[in-house]
């Protein structure tokens, strides 16, 4: 079973930075794609960035590109996501899901999930 965990959400202002983590269990770390998604209160689930299984490749939402970061570290089975020129807009849940599927966009096709970290960008 692969479990995901996911740190380091908070409070920050409006044009800092944060990092968020996702720590993964199980061997099988470095064979899934990666991605983070985000979730703001009475909205949908939405896709921000990932990354394919061995960091190479990457995708991000055009809302946080240029902006937003997203790498691996297959030696710690952790994916992160470095967020630079936050906005309030940003401030959302963030999940990280694991799948075999590389680069989607689609919730649906990740089959692992976190339980989110709040960030909440203020004004």
């Known amino acids: 079973q692969v479990q995901l965990v996911e740190s380091g959400g908070g409070l920050v202002q409006a044009g800092g930075s944060l990092r968020v983590s996702c720590a993964v269990s199980?061997?099988?770390?470095?064979?899934?794609?990666m991605g983070w998604f985000r979730q703001a209160p009475g909205k949908e689930r939405d896709f921000v960035a990932a990354?394919?299984?061995?960091?190479?490749?990457?995708a991000y939402a055009d809302s946080v590109k240029g902006r937003f970061t997203i790498s691996r570290d297959n030696a710690k089975n952790t994916v992160y996501l470095q967020m630079n020129s936050l906005k309030p807009e940003d401030t959302a849940v963030y999940y990280c899901?694991?799948?075999?599927?590389?680069?989607?966009?689609?919730?649906?096709?990740?089959?692992?999930w976190g339980q989110g970290t709040q960030v909440t960008v203020s004004s």
């Open positions: 199980g061997r099988t770390f470095r064979t899934y794609a």
């Open positions: 899901a694991a799948g075999v599927v590389s680069g989607t966009r689609r919730p649906g096709e990740y089959d692992y």
């Open positions: 990354v394919s299984w061995s960091g190479t490749n990457t």
